[in-house]
T-cell receptor, first 114, second 109 residues
Framework: DAMVIQNPRYQVTQFGKPVTLSCSQT?????MYWYQQKSSQAPKLLFH???????NEADTPDNFQSRRPNTSFCFLDIRSPGLGDAAMYLC?????????????FGPGTRLTVL | GQNIDQPTEMTATEGAIVQINCTYQ??????LFWYQQHAGEAPTFLSY??LDGLEEKGRFSSFLSRSKGYSYLLLKELQMKDSASYLC??????????WGAGTKLIIKP
């Protein structure tokens, strides 16, 4: 089945220790998104890629970086995680950008910062 | 600024009907989405409205009034598995999704 896969599902890191979250998709979609979602809050868009074009949201902290080496994979790097970065990180895809397309979500990675 | 408002929490009884409201103010409008999100899981797509009126899909229906900046999600014949958060999201003029914080729906037997 075509899907969006995120690994790991649960990630524990220490304060200040870099961590990388991964996302892969078999939908062959052009657009990939990274969201941060804290409990009982709306998902907050961090970045999105249209193909290899990177789009950073204005209020995304510099501590967050992203890479998309190919169509299928996208990574979220948190360079120095703080306690406030503990959240669910959601990867999503859509077929195209600049048009009306449903977003398909992966299962999420729950990040705990100790 | 852009804003999506929906109630924080609602409670309903198994077998009943519940309506979850969403009001929005956004820069442009390219449609409104409803997503369901079970605790600890990713959102899953429920419905999309871009024209005024009611869209029915099984036990779930979604309504839109663009002039009022208003939508609702109607859930009929509630089942325990419908306990989840329901997120309203509007696609703005830049085709970006603006998300509400979600309505947590609690179903009681």
């Amino acid at each position: 089945d075509a899907m969006v896969i995120q690994n790991p599902r649960y990630q524990v890191t220490q304060f200040g220790k870099p961590v990388t979250l991964s996302c892969s998709q078999t939908l062959n979609h052009n657009v990939m998104y990274w969201y941060q979602q804290k409990s009982s809050q709306a998902p907050k868009l961090l970045f999105h890629y249209y193909d290899k074009d990177f789009n950073n949201e204005a209020d995304t902290p510099d501590n967050f970086q992203s890479r998309r080496p190919n169509t299928s994979f996208c990574f979220l790097d948190i360079r120095s995680p703080g306690l406030g970065d503990a959240a669910m990180y959601l990867c999503a895809t859509s077929r195209e950008s600049g048009s009306i397309n449903e977003q398909f979500f992966g299962p999420g990675t729950r990040l705990t910062v100790l | 600024g852009q804003n999506i408002d929906q109630p924080t929490e609602m409670t309903a009884t198994e077998g009943a009907i519940v309506q979850i409201n969403c009001t929005y103010q956004t820069s442009g409008f390219n449609g409104l989405f409803w997503y369901q999100q079970h605790a600890g899981e990713a959102p899953t797509f429920l419905s999309y409205n871009v024209l005024d009126g009611l869209e029915e899909k099984g036990r779930f229906s979604s309504f839109l009034s663009r002039s009022k900046g208003y939508s609702y999600l109607l859930l009929k014949e509630l089942q325990m598995k419908d306990s989840a958060s329901y997120l309203c999201a509007v696609m703005d003029s830049n085709y970006q999704l603006i998300w509400g914080a979600g309505t947590k729906l609690i179903i009681k037997p």
